[in-house]
């Protein structure tokens, strides 16, 4: 964040269409202090269709409109790693939601909304652009951590766990905090989110909530647990949460480039013994942390200090 309050945005154009070292080492720059600083930046020219984005919001805009009998067609199937297909999220939920979650389009357990008609095409069709984008984001980070050539890549070759999720947060009354997403830091490696006009994401920085503006086309890039961790905290998963304005509905979507879940995740030599410091955290498989959290998010503890993140796995120095 700039001290106008403002993320960094990285113009990316140079990872797409190959040449420009020059820009390819000032957007790597950006984005490495953008990472050890916030845990958040914004990119433009990042390959995904400015008018599949658009497109996708105006659908999802209308799916969330229909009534809860059509939407409720599209129901988890069971097995998913995380549930798939239409789920809401209100009373006695603090955060108040609905989403629409899928995997790779070839995966099994995606169930489509037959309506609006076009909607699934539009889904499976964006899908695969953020799996491309995630594989030139998680190689920058790789460089910007200064990890051996493709290390990450090799290390999360599997991509069966990423997911798409389209959100609705229901407008708040005048007399509530308005909370859509409370306060969490995602668990997974590299999040790409863009919102509607209405905006409402805001990520906590030096004790402050900083609103991330709104903007076409853009998209904002926020580090998770798994990069916490292998880099020993060299880089941040930021706190970050979503407000429900007043009055209006709010639209976003995100993707998760993920990690499948037998993988063990521990702060790496690089970060740790071959530079002489203490890791951070014990290690784990991912996918029980994924499970405490999905717990977390479906039954709430009653005191919120009793909320599973990264910190369950802190090692006291
Ligand atoms: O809807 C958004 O803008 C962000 C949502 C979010 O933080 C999440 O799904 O983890
Ligand atoms: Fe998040």
């Known amino acids: 964040m700039d001290k106008d309050g403002i993320i960094p945005t ?25 990472c050890s600083k916030y845990g958040f930046f914004q990119v433009v020219n990042h390959g995904v269709p400015l008018e599949l984005m658009a497109r996708a919001l105006e659908l999802s805009k209308a799916f969330f409109e229909y009534p809860v009998e059509e939407k409720l067609k599209c129901s988890p199937t069971p097995g998913a790693p995380v549930p798939t297909g239409y789920l809401c999220k209100s009373e006695p939920l603090a955060d108040k939601n609905e989403h629409l979650l899928m995997f790779s389009p070839e995966s099994s357990f995606n169930v489509y909304p037959n309506n609006p008609p076009e909607y ?10 953020f799996t491309k984008l995630g594989l030139v984001l998680e190689g920058i980070v790789n460089e910007c951590l200064g990890l051996p050539p493709n290390f990450l890549k090799e290390y999360n070759h599997d991509r069966s766990w990423d997911f798409l999720m389209a959100l609705r947060y229901f407008p708040a009354a005048e007399t509530e905090a308005g909370i859509g997403k409370s306060a969490h ?5 590299i999040t790409f989110v863009f919102q509607d006009e209405v905006g409402g994401l805001e990520v906590h920085h030096d004790g402050q909530w900083i609103p991330v503006a709104p903007k076409p086309g853009v998209l904002i890039v926020n580090i998770g647990d798994v990069i916490q961790v292998l880099s020993n905290d060299r880089f941040k998963s930021a706190t970050h949460r979503v407000v429900r304005p007043e009055g209006r509905s709010r639209h ?11 993988k063990w995740v521990e702060p790496l030599p690089q970060f740790t013994k071959e530079i002489g410091k203490t890791p951070k955290y014990r290690g784990f498989v991912f996918k029980e942390y994924l499970e405490l959290r999905v717990r977390n998010r479906f039954c709430p503890p009653s005191r919120p200090e009793d909320l599973i ?7 006291p120095s």
């Open 10 to 34: 990285v113009d990316l154009p140079c990872f797409f269409r190959g040449g420009d070292e020059n820009g390819k080492k000032k957007a790597k720059e950006l984005i490495g202090t953008a």
């Open 252 to 262: 976003s979507y995100t993707f998760f480039y993920n990690l499948e879940g037998e």
């Open 185 to 189: 830091e995602d668990g997974n490696c």
């Open 120 to 129: 699934k095409q539009v889904l499976e069709e964006i899908f695969p652009h």
């Open 309 to 315: 993140h990264i910190t369950h796995y802190t090692i």
